[in-house]
C-alpha cells in the first residue's frame, strides 16, 4: 500500500517564540501541525481523555509535527495552535452560544493580539510591574502548560482540605508571581501574596498581564455591543458531542 502524506501548515505563534530559551524549539517561533484526520476524531471522543481533562493535549500531541513539548507552550502560543488545528480540522466557521443566542464566526479573522516587545528580555520569560498602589516591584512569568498542572494538582488537594474554600486566584498568583521587591523565595512571595497584595494591585496586576501577554484575541463583539471570549473548549472542535 502506498504511503499517505498529509498536507501540513505553519503557525505563527503570538510569543514569535521571545519567551523561549534559544535551545528550545518553540524559540523559532513556529510550530507545524498537520490536518486532523478520523485518528484525531477518535482522540475527541475518548471518554477517559474527557473525564481527566487532557482530551486538547492529546489533540495537540497528536497533529504537531515539530518537535517540541506541549508542557512547555504558554497558553497563548497554546490557543493560537488550538485555533490553527480547529480551521485545519472542521474549516473556518464556528458558532457559540450566549444567553441563548447564537454566534457564527469565521475563525480566521480571529488575529494575534500585539504585545510591546521591548518588555521581553529574548529567552526569558520574565517580566517586571510596579504595583500601583504599594510601590512593590515583582516580576513575573506567563504560565506554561507544565504550571498548570501544578495549579490543577494544589488546588485538587486543597479541595480535599476544604471544598467550599478553594483559592484558586490567590493560589495561581502565587505561581506568576517570581519574585516580591528583590526576594525571590517561594515561601515569601506566598506570604505576600496571602497577606500584603492589595486587591486593587491585585486588579490592576491581572488587567496588565492580560494586556501586555501575547495571545490570539479572542474578543467577538456581540449585538449588544459587549465584548465576549470565544470559548475554546472541546464543543470548539465538535459541537455535536
Known sequence: MSEFKFP??????????????EDNPLSSGKVEIKYMTAKEEDILSNQSYIQKGTVLDKL????????I?????????????????????????YSFTYNRKQYDIDLTELENKPFDESLIT????????????????ITYKILTGN???????ELAGLKKLNKDNVPQLTTRLKYIITSVDGETETKKIREFVDGYLLARDSRAFREHMAQTQPD???TYVIDSGEEVSVPIGLNFFWPDL
Open 216 to 218: 490570539v484575541d479572542l
Open 60 to 67: 495537540l500531541e497528536s497533529v504537531i509535527i515539530s518537535k
Open 69 to 93: 513539548n506541549i508542557n512547555d507552550l504558554i497558553i497563548g502560543d497554546k490557543n493560537a495552535l488550538l485555533v490553527a488545528t480547529r480551521i485545519l480540522g472542521y474549516g473556518k466557521k
Open 147 to 153: 504550571d498548570e498542572k501544578k495549579i490543577e494538582r
Open 8 to 21: 501540513t501548515e505553519e503557525v505563527e505563534l503570538p510569543s514569535k517564540g521571545l519567551v523561549y530559551p
Open 122 to 137: 529574548k529567552g526569558k520569560n520574565e517580566f517586571s510591574f510596579t504595583l500601583p498602589n504599594s510601590g512593590t516591584l
